[in-house]
């Protein structure tokens, strides 16, 4: 991925050799692990993921009435919960580019309106949304400029942006805890408990590209030089970075 200016994390050789090779691997991985995807990630988070993603969503300015896009929606866990705080008069469409993770969404009833797409090529009109959300899924695109400016593209003016990722500290014992937790204990579980090989490995990369994305600094550089306005950071329990910024207009 060197050859992107705007790479979330550098080549991570382990698991890949080139961007062909990633794509691949993502595709595979998440198509793999789509069944097992949500009982990993209650044990990863002790049980508070959704809640914990509730509550960004409204911290955000997520509000009844909304017209409500989520990139990279998974097994459609901020969908679920977007559809919940719009109402009746809002509107969700669930974005992702794995087969098998949008299957396990509409069968779980989360997902309305499932599209498959990535975020760098959105299947979405222009200005046809008031509020983007891509959680956990950043390290994941091809150049972070040009997912930026494919979420300009497709907010309405004034329209909100919301990003969730998780930032390990750079050193200390909450990283060493955290990397503990993450890097060797889920894994070992996910292991145990699913009989996953691929699983397994899909959490030690996700532990590895936690570690090596690119820091806050350069995703809100990233944000403002794809024409976003008031790009800004939220830090929730120390770990967990919200960023957020406008469309321009209104």
């Known amino acids: 991925?060197?050859?992107?200016?705007?790479?979330?994390?550098?080549?991570?050789?382990?698991?890949?050799?080139?961007?062909a090779q990633r794509q691949a691997y993502l595709a595979s991985s998440f198509d793999e692990t789509?069944?097992?995807?949500?009982?990993?990630?209650?044990?990863?988070?002790?049980?508070?993921?959704?809640?914990?993603?509730?509550?960004?969503?409204?911290?955000?300015?997520?509000?009844?009435?909304m017209r409500f896009a989520d990139v990279g929606c998974g097994t459609g866990l901020v969908s679920d919960i977007a559809r919940e705080a719009v109402g009746p008069e809002g509107w969700v469409v669930s974005v992702d580019p794995s087969i098998g993770?949008?299957?396990?969404?509409?069968?779980?009833?989360?997902?309305?309106?499932?599209?498959?797409?990535?975020?760098e090529h959105l299947p979405l009109g222009d200005e046809s949304v008031d509020f983007l959300c891509m959680a956990f899924a950043l390290r994941h695109v091809v150049d972070l400029e040009l997912a930026f400016r494919e979420y300009l593209r497709v907010l309405k003016p004034g329209g909100r942006l919301l990003l969730l990722e998780m930032t390990p500290p750079r050193r200390g014992l909450l990283r060493a805890l955290l990397k503990m937790h993450m890097r060797y204990v889920i894994p070992v579980m996910t292991r145990l408990l699913t009989r996953s090989r691929t699983a397994t490995v899909l959490y030690e990369y996700c532990w590895d590209t936690f570690d090596q994305c690119v820091p806050p600094e350069k995703v809100l550089d990233a944000?403002?030089?794809?024409?976003?306005?008031?790009?800004?950071?939220f830090v929730?329990?120390?770990?967990f970075s919200e960023y957020t910024a406008d469309r321009p207009g209104r």
């Open 101 to 119: 993770m949008l299957g396990e969404a509409v069968a779980r009833g989360r997902v309305t309106w499932p599209l498959r797409g990535k975020a």
């Open 34 to 65: 789509a069944a097992h995807y949500d009982r990993i990630n209650n044990w990863m988070s002790f049980g508070t993921d959704r809640w914990y993603r509730h509550q960004a969503l409204l911290r955000a300015g997520l509000r009844p009435g």
């Open 236 to 239: 929730s329990a120390q770990i």
């Open 1 to 19: 991925m060197s050859e992107n200016r705007a790479a979330p994390h550098p080549v991570l050789r382990r698991y890949y050799q080139t961007e």
């Open 223 to 233: 944000l403002a030089s794809a024409g976003m306005a008031s790009p800004s950071r």
